[in-house]
T-cell receptor, first 110, second 113 residues
Framework: KQEVTQIPAALSVPEGENLVLNCSFT??????LQWFRQDPGKGLTSLLL?????REQTSGRLNASLDKSSGRSTLYIAASQPGDSATYLC?????????FGAGTQVVVTP | DTAVSQTPKYLVTQMGNDKSIKCEQN?????MYWYKQDSKKFLKIMFSYNNKELIINETVPNRFSPKSPDKAHLNLHINSLELGDSAVYFC????????????FGPGTRLTVL
């Protein structure tokens, strides 16, 4: 059974610093891995999706890497801004089911 | 234009009641999902439908019954509500079942008193 863990559970950084969010999964047989952002009281917004054959995906200030052999994915957010404050979740797609981590709550202070 | 919408946004009800949550997507996607986010913020898949056919049914009490009248709609009906059903329920959709980005609705916060 796939288990997804996100460390740290919470992170606070000053504006301008780079953010590094970690996601680990136990079953490397995944179809893809997706990163989401959740704002308080709102739904999830998809940020990046990495197919199992890919090593990374980039969108603007966001870069996500995937290492299936070690069961890890990392989300990098460059030059963080207060608007990046949110909870970030990763989800591993195994056998058609997305298994979510508990998320990392990020606060970027001005 | 809202891609995935859910109604209602908030639902407060008494134990034992029956309630429904509606979901609609205007993305032309083939697959729709229901997720439950508990108080610890864990998101767990409940159901998945592809072209109106049930393809994933996780270990969910049979008090929960999804209904897909067409590809664009996936409703969730819950019978005999219990306190433990209190959670936020998210609907999502994707173009295909395993390879595509999932798009989520805003969630429905269900509170059972």
């Amino acid at each position: 059974k796939q288990e997804v863990t996100q460390i740290p559970a919470a992170l606070s950084v000053p504006e301008g610093e780079n953010l590094v969010l970690n996601c680990s999964f136990t079953d490397s047989a995944i179809y893809n891995l997706q990163w989401f952002r959740q704002d308080p009281g709102k739904g999830l917004t998809s940020l990046l999706l990495i197919q199992s054959s890919q090593r990374e995906q980039t969108s603007g200030r966001l870069n996500a890497s995937l290492d299936k052999s070690s069961g890890r994915s990392t989300l990098y957010i460059a030059a963080s801004q207060p608007g990046d404050s949110a909870t970030y979740l990763c989800a591993a797609d195994s056998w058609g089911k997305f298994q979510f981590g508990a998320g990392t709550q990020v606060v970027v202070t001005p | 234009d809202t891609a995935v919408s859910q109604t209602p946004k908030y639902l407060v009800t008494q134990m034992g009641n029956d309630k429904s949550i509606k979901c609609e997507q205007n993305l032309g996607h083939d697959t729709m999902y229901w997720y439950k986010q508990d108080s610890k913020k864990f998101l767990k898949i409940m159901f998945s439908y592809n072209n109106k056919e049930l393809i994933i049914n996780e270990t969910v009490p049979n008090r929960f019954s999804p209904k897909s009248p067409d590809k664009a709609h996936l409703n969730l009906h819950i019978n005999s509500l219990e306190l433990g059903d209190s959670a936020v329920y998210f609907c999502a959709s994707s173009r295909e079942t395993v390879t595509d980005t999932q798009y989520f609705g805003p969630g429905t916060r269900l509170t059972v008193l």
